[in-house]
């Protein structure tokens, strides 16, 4: 246990140490990718899986991203490359024999060089346009070899290129939605709460004068854990079954009082041409977790959107 802790504290202090080394060097890295053509990233060993995530992320931020065999990439897998496109590699040491030779082919393609490494001085770094630090404190094992600590750094260097590229997108989720048609992610970015949101006459809703009983039993009809209170047609506060158990906990006296007594106001909404995604995000704030929100348009209640509902759209 005490070694696995030590480990872990290990992989901690090396990402730590990562934070200062976010400088121009890694604006100059986002830069070169946001405006490549095509994107070759490379590694040998367990640095090549990591090597094939990060091309896998570019893609899905729509940049053209391949991962390439270093020794492949000799051998004739090099025809696909480009003068000016942009090669990401990867390796712990910098100073592999394998890695180093395709380095210097990219190089004599006209590629820009970005590389990731764990050492403060290498060749590789020495070849490159844009040499990034993933630094590693020792690896996990009692021996400090087996790739562990080393990858998992280099792989949240990778992580922040990608991240980096999508958010110098005057619009990061067009990419998104392009790149995510299916799935969770694409379901929640291209449908709109419109789409899902309860309507009509299956809306809880009562007035600020209604008792607590009354509200009660417009909650329970309805079954969507709310029931909205309205005046006129305009959203004053809600309540909700957990807030009800709240007040049955407490010893509210729930039936010599009306809801406008208990209720919230000034809820949480979202409005019915939010996406689902943006929706998930007011529901799932750290601070406060919500299952159900009402939706509101210009001050009109026009509807209710559950948590539930989202998640089942995606099964």
């Known amino acids: 246990m005490a070694a696995a802790q030590e480990a872990?504290?290990?992989?901690?202090?090396?990402?730590?140490?990562?934070?200062?080394?976010?400088?121009?060097?890694?604006?100059?890295?986002?830069?070169?990718?946001?405006?490549?053509?095509?994107?070759?990233?490379?590694?040998?060993?367990?640095?090549?899986?990591?090597?094939?995530?990060?091309?896998?992320?570019?893609?899905?931020?729509?940049?053209?991203?391949?991962?390439?065999?270093?020794?492949?990439?000799?051998?004739?897998?090099?025809?696909?490359?480009?003068?000016?496109?942009?090669?990401?590699?990867?390796?712990?040491?910098?100073?592999?024999?394998?890695?180093?030779?395709?380095?210097?082919?990219?190089?004599?393609?006209?590629?820009?060089?970005?590389?990731?490494?764990?050492?403060?001085?290498?060749?590789?770094?020495?070849?490159?346009?844009?040499?990034?630090?993933?630094?590693?404190?020792?690896?996990?094992?009692?021996?400090?070899?087996?790739?562990?600590?080393?990858?998992?750094?280099?792989?949240?260097?990778?992580?922040?290129l990608a991240i980096g590229v999508l958010s110098a997108d005057s619009d990061p989720l067009r990419r998104l939605r392009r790149s995510h048609p299916d799935g969770m992610i694409g379901g929640t970015l291209l449908r709109s709460v419109a789409d899902v949101m309860h309507t009509g006459a299956a809306v809880p809703r009562v007035s600020e004068d209604t008792t607590m009983l009354d509200a009660l039993v417009e909650m329970t009809s309805k079954s969507l854990g709310i029931v909205c209170v309205m005046?006129?047609?305009?959203?004053?506060?809600?309540?909700t079954d957990g807030d009800v158990r709240r007040l049955v906990t407490r010893g509210a006296d729930l039936a010599a009082s009306t809801i406008a007594e208990h209720m919230t106001m000034s809820p949480v909404t979202v409005t019915p041409t939010a996406s689902l995604h943006e929706a998930l995000q007011v529901m799932e704030r750290p601070e406060r977790q919500i299952g159900v929100l009402p939706v509101v348009d210009n001050e009109a209640c026009v509807g209710v959107i559950r948590l539930h509902d989202i998640v089942r759209l995606q099964v």
């Open 8 to 160: 872990l504290r290990n992989q901690i202090e090396s990402l730590l140490r990562m934070v200062d080394m976010l400088d121009h060097r890694y604006i100059h890295a986002v830069a070169l990718l946001h405006g490549a053509n095509n994107v070759i990233t490379a590694g040998l060993g367990k640095s090549g899986f990591v090597a094939q995530k990060l091309a896998a992320t570019l893609a899905s931020v729509c940049v053209s991203a391949r991962w390439m065999h270093p020794v492949d990439a000799l051998h004739g897998d090099a025809g696909v490359v480009g003068e000016g496109d942009v090669v990401v590699v990867i390796s712990k040491s910098g100073e592999t024999p394998e890695v180093l030779r395709f380095a210097d082919v990219m190089r004599g393609l006209g590629c820009h060089i970005i590389s990731i490494t764990s050492a403060t001085e290498n060749a590789l770094a020495s070849m490159s346009d844009v040499a990034l630090l993933a630094p590693v404190i020792r690896e996990m094992d009692e021996h400090d070899i087996l790739p562990t600590v080393s990858t998992t750094s280099a792989l949240v260097m990778a992580d922040l």
């Open 231 to 239: 005046r006129d047609d305009r959203l004053v506060g809600i309540l």
